[in-house]
């Protein structure tokens, strides 16, 4: 079955600590999406990255970095040097491709960046 | 702005009536999702369309309906309100042949 577990429901860092979001997912298929979203205090949801599930390659986007580990099925996150902008409810998600491809979160992760 | 533009962006109602959200994807996307965004709940995935076929559905109230317009708009019917069924409703779409979902604002839907 298709599923996303965020096993830390929330963080407090100060700010200018690195902190790693951890993502565990399940799945029958072996094509699949990843994806991490970021929701701000103000409720939208916004895109960060999708990764496919044929590229383990880490990526790293400025002071944003992800661990995409295939034998653990993990997909992490890392904030290096924190921000108090990046407080925020990060959402783990897994599509399937080979099935419907709807989308399925996890249950979020409230990040509290500390000044 | 991702694109995708839902209305209303707040909707107060009291309970057993009937709301109706909608959903305008960007453009040239054919695939739009709908989820609710209760407090207890997290995200959880409604229906999906693409090109007006209904594709998925998810944990979908019966009371809850969706359809996708010819011109892609969606729209999704909520009735019988109860308390519970208070929440953000997001509305995301995505390009053909891709899982790139770009979501709206939402409409936060408050029963009374």
């Known amino acids: 079955a298709q599923k996303v577990t965020q096993a830390q429901t929330e963080i407090s860092v100060v700010e200018k600590e690195d902190v790693t979001l951890d993502c565990v997912y399940e799945?029958?298929?072996?094509?699949?999406?990843l994806f991490w979203y970021k929701q701000p205090p103000s409720g939208e949801l916004v895109f960060l990255i999708r990764?496919?599930?044929?590229?383990?390659q880490n990526e790293i986007s400025g002071r944003y970095s992800w661990n995409f580990q295939k034998s653990t099925s993990s997909f992490n996150f890392t904030i290096t040097a924190s921000q108090v902008v990046d407080s925020a409810v990060y959402f783990c998600a897994l599509s399937e491709q080979n099935r419907d491809d709807k989308i399925i979160f996890g249950k979020g992760t409230r990040l509290h960046i500390l000044p | 702005d991702s694109g995708v533009t839902q209305t209303p962006k707040h909707l107060i109602t009291a309970t057993g009536q009937r709301v109706t959200l909608r959903c305008s994807p960007r453009?040239?996307?054919?695939?739009v999702y709908w989820y609710q965004q209760s407090l207890d709940q997290g995200l959880q995935f409604l229906i999906q369309y693409y090109n007006g076929e209904e594709r998925a559905k998810g944990n979908i109230l019966e009371r809850f309906s969706a359809q996708q317009f010819p011109d892609l708009h969606s729209e999704l019917n909520l009735s019988s309100l109860e308390l519970g069924d208070s929440a953000l409703y997001f509305c995301?779409?995505?390009?053909?042949?891709?899982?790139?979902?770009?979501f709206g604002q939402g409409t936060r839907l408050t029963v009374v």
């Open positions: 995301a779409s995505s390009p053909p042949r891709t899982t790139e979902a770009f």
């Open positions: 799945t029958r298929d072996t094509t699949y999406y």
């Open positions: 453009s040239g996307d054919l695939s």
């Open positions: 990764r496919n599930s044929f590229d383990e």
